[in-house]
């Protein structure tokens, strides 16, 4: 997991804020730290729940892989993987983007037009800004969110 | 979503719980409802957020997908689909199992012997008993555990 990825970039090698970056080999990959340190907390990645009420668009496989793809790029994340399923004709849609900075899930119930969003990203990325793609695509009555800084040192 | 696929099984004609069973064709399937009722609540699913802290075996992704694979089958959910990316020779490692009833996800950082998993489970899963199976794959000196019900409605 790299904390200091460059926005839009994937590295294994992080040249900021490691303890021994002059060293090489596995010494130096031993010492490697990637969590963040953000407003006085130092924690692994910050995970939003997603909660979209009265929202549509939410049986379509394809529009919805293209815009958590969107969401991803939009908070600065880069994306390794994506794979979506779709139950029935009419039904719900399941799906994650993986990617170097952890993941988007989603997971939607058409016939009660709620849908289910997770983003977790560490390193530079902002979760955040994957909101108003998420708005826009789904256009919900209401967003419920509720954020976790996930292993959270102090 | 299927909220009430039996365990272990797929299906995406459900039994119980439907309006209007008898009928057929679009009309019943837009009258689905797949939330689940359980001690007085209504909600969409049981989403898990777990910390594992001193933990093991957290840069071996072959180890990763097996665990998270047993975890998945413990809880009496099914596997759709599961992808893990290993970052570095000795890096952390981001991954998730796609499952019938939403997902499990985890991202570690093996650097701090810590790792974040996520477990969503909607219908008759119980995602509380993928823990033990975390436990012992794992070997966490200390398990942080925090429980959302996803899409409540009362």
Chains 1, 2 share one sequence.
């Not at 995970?47 to 939410?58: M, Q, R």
Request: hydrophobic fraction near 45%; include cysteine; charge should be negative.
């Amino acid at each position: 997991m790299n904390a200091l990825t460059p926005l839009g970039m994937v590295s294994d090698f992080p040249s900021e804020n490691q303890t021994n970056e002059h060293l090489l080999g596995e010494a130096a990959e031993d010492q490697k730290d990637y969590f963040v340190e953000r407003d006085g907390m130092k924690f692994a990645g910050m995970h939003l729940l997603v909660d979209l009420w009265g929202a549509s668009n939410l049986g379509d496989p394809a529009h919805i892989d293209a815009a958590l793809c969107e969401a991803a790029i939009t908070a600065g994340a880069t994306i390794l993987h994506s794979h979506f399923h779709h139950f029935s004709p009419n039904g719900g849609v399941s799906g994650v983007v993986v990617l170097a900075e952890s993941h988007i899930s989603i997971h939607t119930w058409p016939e009660r037009n709620f849908a289910a969003v997770d983003i977790f990203m560490c390193g530079a990325c902002d979760p955040h800004l994957a909101i108003p793609v998420l708005r826009r695509a789904f256009l919900p009555e209401r967003v419920q969110l509720d954020e976790q800084r996930r292993g959270r040192v102090y």
